[in-house]
């Protein structure tokens, strides 16, 4: 499907060579690239708003924010870490461990992430930091302290940053705490990644 394209800010605008509307974007399903098409009465609130709807259908909408695939390739090596052995707190899969909640909050934020379901990631942002602040600096070290608390920044500014919440749900946003996105998030530690270990 031959198109002309051009960018203006962050986002791609064309129109497709054999239609008669503009589009807004690209969006990409499985490597596929699909023309993403409105009428030419589409305000671009409502293109915005139909490529977020898009985006929470599972749909990865290509260039719509610069900086968004490398934000989740981030995410993603904090996430390779955060249930490491040498890491975790001892005994934190036990549910009677009052650290059990902090990491299944944790792993949650990870399970919704990667499911894209990320209207309802604020709500654990919130638990896993709260839960985080609650135990104690004996029961959790320092080193899974400050993974967890950049990886919760990191997937909360993600979520500000490309809006990745639909209309319907962007008051859920307002749940996540202040301090994570107060807190400029750092690349995952340097003496924590081991080269093709994953």
Not at 98 to 103: C, F, R, S
Not at 172 to 198: G, H, K, M
């Amino acid at each position: 499907m031959a198109a002309t394209v051009w960018r203006v800010g962050n986002h791609l605008h064309g129109r497709n060579n054999t239609c008669s509307f503009p589009f807004d974007n690209l969006l990409f399903s499985g490597g596929a690239a699909i023309g993403c098409g409105f009428n030419r009465s589409t305000t671009a609130t409502g293109q915005q708003q139909t490529l977020t709807h898009m985006c929470l259908k599972g749909y990865d909408v290509g260039n719509l924010n610069e900086g968004a695939k490398e934000a989740r390739s981030e995410i993603k090596r904090f996430q390779e870490y955060i249930n490491a052995p040498s890491l975790v707190p001892d005994q934190c899969y036990r549910m009677a461990s009052p650290t059990y909640g902090l990491v299944c909050y944790v792993n949650q934020v990870t399970a919704l992430f990667l499911s894209k379901n990320y209207s309802v990631i604020p709500i654990f942002l919130k638990r896993s930091y709260d839960a985080l602040l609650a135990v104690t600096h004996a029961r959790v070290s320092e080193p899974y302290r400050n993974l967890v608390i950049h990886y919760l920044s990191h997937v909360a500014h993600f979520l500000v940053d490309y809006s990745c919440l639909d209309q319907d749900t962007a008051s859920n946003i307002e749940f996540i705490p202040p301090a994570l996105l107060e807190l400029s998030p750092s690349s995952l530690p340097a003496d924590l990644y081991v080269a093709n270990e994953f």
